[in-house]
């Protein structure tokens, strides 16, 4: 029976960083394979960096480096909050729950762990667009427990379907507020 291995046993670890190295500055700066490939030619005289010894992986690295390329590692900052449409949707939408009173938590992390207990994506930026659906329907179920009416009609526009939730929701917040 044939012994099954990683492409990556044979590779020295420090020759391992350096072509993680140059594929993460390539990704960074947005190379598509054509330019990658001739920097690496330019530089190297290899079209492949897997062809390179440690010295020219290192050549590589600073040419993406002199490209705009910023090495630097931030060590345990977690990153900034998903910002493609659906989770600012979801995060708008758990914002203003919090208002109402539905949850007693409007942080970022509250709504990872909620997105996490309703569709199984332990962070909001790595759901996938049937996900994320499935994320606003949970919160707008909860709206439509709490009084915050979450149908509008078909014809209008998203910008108006958007003012009118926000109408909807401070007139709900004021009426709640009158009644104490």
Same mark, same amino acid.
């Given at each position: 029976?044939?012994?099954?291995?990683? +492409?990556?046993?044979? =590779?020295? @670890?420090?020759?391992?960083?350096?072509?993680?190295?140059?594929?993460?500055?390539?990704?960074?700066?947005?190379?598509?394979?054509?330019?990658?490939?001739? =920097?690496?030619?330019?530089?190297?005289?290899?079209?492949?960096?897997?062809?390179?010894?440690?010295?020219?992986?290192?050549?590589?690295?600073?040419? *993406?480096?002199?490209?705009?390329?910023? #090495?630097?590692?931030?060590?345990?900052?977690?990153?900034?909050? $998903? #910002?493609? @449409?659906?989770?600012?949707?979801?995060?708008?939408? &758990?914002? !203003?729950?919090?208002? %109402?009173?539905?949850?007693?938590?409007?942080?970022?992390? $509250?709504?990872?762990? *909620?997105?996490?207990?309703?569709?199984? =994506?332990?962070?909001?930026? &790595?759901?996938?667009?049937?996900?994320?659906?499935?994320?606003?329907?949970?919160?707008?179920?909860?709206?439509?427990? +709490?009084? &915050?009416?979450?149908? =509008?009609?078909?014809?209008? !526009?998203?910008?108006?379907?958007?003012?009118? %939730?926000?109408?909807?929701?401070?007139? %709900?917040?004021?009426?709640?507020?009158?009644?104490?």
């Amino acid at each position: 029976m044939a012994k099954i291995r990683s +492409h990556n046993t044979s =590779v020295a @670890p420090d020759r391992r960083a350096l072509l993680g190295k140059v594929h993460l500055a390539s990704k960074a700066l947005g190379l598509d394979d054509d330019d990658y490939r001739a =920097v690496l030619e330019r530089i190297t005289g290899k079209r492949s960096a897997g062809q390179c010894d440690a010295g020219q992986l290192v050549a590589i690295v600073a040419e *993406f480096e002199r490209l705009g390329f910023r #090495s630097q590692v931030r060590a345990t900052t977690r990153p900034g909050p $998903a #910002s493609h @449409p659906i989770a600012r949707k979801a995060r708008a939408m &758990w914002i !203003s729950l919090h208002q %109402l009173g539905a949850i007693n938590d409007p942080s970022e992390r $509250a709504l990872e762990a *909620f997105c996490k207990r309703q569709v199984g =994506v332990d962070r909001l930026h &790595w759901a996938n667009h049937a996900q994320g659906f499935r994320l606003i329907e949970a919160l707008k179920a909860m709206a439509e427990r +709490h009084g &915050w009416h979450q149908d =509008v009609p078909s014809g209008l !526009s998203a910008a108006e379907r958007t003012e009118l %939730l926000k109408d909807r929701l401070a007139d %709900l917040l004021a009426r709640r507020r009158a009644a104490l």
